[in-house]
Antibody, heavy 119, light 109 residues
């Protein structure tokens, strides 16, 4: 059974960088058929896709975040990471990592981690 | 404002049927596979439907979906109070090259 677990600081100061890691177990991020994704949900709002990384290292990002976001992978640790720079209060949200497969959608999700941007 | 448009809320009595629509464009729904997700805030979202109309194992056949041109519809029959929560459609947009969720629909039973 594939499991994903988000980890990282729960509090980030405005203008600083939010960094989260997703550790994958029960499956390899090196597998060639999956994209490894980040999604967030601000309080009281809907799900927002942030971006994804493929096995090859190629990435796709939400257009409005392209200047601030980087998703990277570490196959040796079976982890992938999210970096969001110059954060503001609007970046306060529960952040989820998830596995995506073409046609299967986002089939496995982490439990989510709350990140608050505040001084 | 999401590119995929869903009604903010729907409601129906236990045992009844409800449908949730998801309206998009040729660049997203019209060109790509649609999936549907169920989420109760504070829990892990889960996929209900993938590949436009297929159910993962463990999802009861009370849940079904269809796609037509630039829109998709999720149907839930035999409503139960445990079905309450937020439902999202999702698909890839070939124009912007990003995944997108609908704005979400809150179901009240």
């Amino acid at each position: 059974q594939v499991q994903l677990q988000e980890s990282g600081p729960g509090l980030v100061k405005p203008s600083q960088t939010l960094s989260l890691t997703c550790t994958v177990s029960g499956g390899s991020i090196s597998s060639g058929v999956y994209f490894w994704s980040w999604i967030r949900q601000p309080a009281g709002k809907g799900l927002e896709w942030l971006g994804r990384i493929y096995t090859s290292g190629s990435t796709n990002y939400k257009s409005s975040l392209k200047s601030r976001i980087t998703i990277s992978g570490d196959t040796s640790k079976n982890q992938f990471s999210l970096e969001l720079r110059s954060v503001t209060a609007a970046d306060t949200a529960v952040y989820f990592c998830a596995r995506f497969m073409e046609r299967r959608g986002l089939d496995y999700w982490g439990r989510g981690t709350l990140v608050t941007v505040s001084s | 404002q999401s590119v995929l448009t869903q009604p903010p809320s729907v409601s129906a009595a236990p045992g009844q049927k409800v449908t949730i629509s998801c309206s998009g464009t040729r660049a997203n729904i019209g060109s790509n596979y649609v999936s549907w997700y169920y989420h109760v805030p504070g829990t892990t979202p889960r996929v209900l439907i993938y590949d436009n109309n297929k159910r993962p194992s463990g999802i009861p056949d009370r849940f079904s979906a269809s796609k037509s041109a630039t829109s998709a519809t999720l149907a839930i029959t035999g409503l139960q109070t445990g079905d309450e929560g937020d439902y999202y459609c999702g698909t890839w947009d070939s124009s912007s090259r990003e995944w997108m969720f609908g704005g979400g629909t809150k179901l009240t039973v």
